[in-house]
């Protein structure tokens, strides 16, 4: 297959910066420019961004120049968003308009009723809407966007559950990481020797996210799934790697041991095509006492699987279990990338 070229907007925040260190030697795609905010356009990437990935930064990314927001001085065919929401809700169209596929890690379009939310293990099916995107917005190019960092995590492991028993509802309790919150995200001082129970608009997202993934798409229209989700966000002093206590009602009755075995063969489209940021197995299921732990846990798979355990009875609910994910790996940058190659993969 010949390269296809690929940009990274926002280059140079937390997911920007995951992107160039995955799209490093992948494959399908050859990173070709990089852009972020005025601030940086124009500058050295090496003087525009302090690298915070313990990986070292690609050979030669440092001299590349920062490009504006601007599509007619971007050479590539795809372009990976990881902009500020505020940001990407003006952005990305101006792309999608000029031909550009856009795989956004931004909630600004993830709602709209013609924009894929995709995890291409749970709805790989849903790029169906793209060409009625296409038709709608009359656009060249389009948006898909992948879930908010603990819906994604959540979302993966809800889809062996949800088609082979149903879901009623479910409460899910999430222990986030800093990077979620970007670089400059949460002041040393708040977080140092504390918990903070409170992440703004996160439970929205969470409690209103899977349902969309969960959805059916038919003739055209994601008609959602059809339990509650009720979400409780804190964040706490670790790096990367969110951890989620999920509490779930099922709509036929199962067991801990039956959970298990779903985790443990679940397999989705990635893994058949056998894409290159697919991790195989998708979920990872620990059976000691303690774990998940995002320290030991988070890089499963690459950081592109999820792992579950203390699957177990509850005395309200009918199962419980903890799941844990990389939020800037699985939960973002590797997120879009695995989109983009179902999207190169289906010929799209
Ligand atoms: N972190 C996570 O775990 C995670 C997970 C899932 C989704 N997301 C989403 O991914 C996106 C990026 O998050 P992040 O954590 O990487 O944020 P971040 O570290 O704050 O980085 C933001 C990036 O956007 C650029 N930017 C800011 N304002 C801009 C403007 N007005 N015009 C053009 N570019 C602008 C910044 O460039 P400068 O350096 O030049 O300012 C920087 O490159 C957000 O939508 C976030 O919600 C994040």
Redesign the pocket.
């Known amino acids: 297959m010949k390269p296809v070229k690929v940009a990274v907007?926002?280059?140079?925040?937390?997911?920007?910066q995951r992107f160039i260190s995955l799209l490093e030697g992948h494959p399908y795609f050859r990173l070709t420019d990089l852009a972020?905010?005025?601030?940086?356009a124009g500058k050295r990437y090496g003087d525009?961004?302090s690298w915070y990935l313990s990986e070292p930064m690609p050979e030669g990314i440092r001299e590349s120049v920062v490009k504006a927001?601007d599509p007619g001085g971007i050479d590539a065919d795809i372009v990976f968003s990881?902009?500020?929401?505020s940001?990407?809700r003006d952005?990305e169209p101006l792309f999608a308009r000029e031909g550009f596929v856009v795989a956004s890690?931004?909630?600004a379009y993830r709602k709209e009723p013609d924009v894929p939310l995709l995890i291409p293990e749970v709805n790989p099916e849903h790029l169906g809407l793209i060409e009625v995107q296409k038709r709608n917005r009359g656009w060249d190019g389009c948006i898909i966007t992948n879930p908010?960092?603990t819906t994604i995590v959540l979302a993966l492991s809800l889809k062996p559950l949800y088609d082979a028993f149903g879901i009623k509802r479910l409460h899910v309790v999430s222990m986030q990481a800093l990077?979620?919150?970007?670089?400059?995200?949460v002041p040393s001082m708040a977080i140092i020797d504390n918990v903070i129970p409170y992440i703004g608009g996160e439970e929205e997202k969470v409690e209103s996210e899977p349902l969309k993934i969960l959805g059916k798409l038919q003739e055209g229209v994601v008609k959602n799934a059809d339990f509650t989700v009720s979400a409780s966000c804190n964040r706490v002093q670790t790096s990367d790697g969110h951890l989620e206590s999920v509490f779930i009602d099922l709509a036929e009755p199962a067991s801990p041991e039956d959970v298990e075995d779903l985790f443990r063969r679940f397999k989705g489209e990635p893994q058949k095509l056998g894409l290159p940021t697919a991790p195989d197995p998708p979920i990872i299921v620990r059976g000691e006492p303690d774990r998940p732990q995002p320290r030991f846990d988070r890089m499963a798979g690459g950081g592109m699987a999820i792992t579950v355990g203390r699957i177990r009875r509850d005395s309200i609910f009918d199962i419980k279990y903890s799941v844990l994910g990389h939020?800037?790996i699985r939960?973002?940058a590797g997120a879009s990338i695995l989109n983009a190659e179902l999207f190169v993969e289906k010929g799209l």
């Open positions: 907007l926002g280059a140079t925040g937390m997911v920007g972020a905010s005025e601030r940086s525009a961004a927001m990881a902009l500020p929401s940001v990407a952005v890690n931004a909630s908010n960092c990077s979620g919150a970007g670089y400059s995200g939020n800037t939960g973002a």
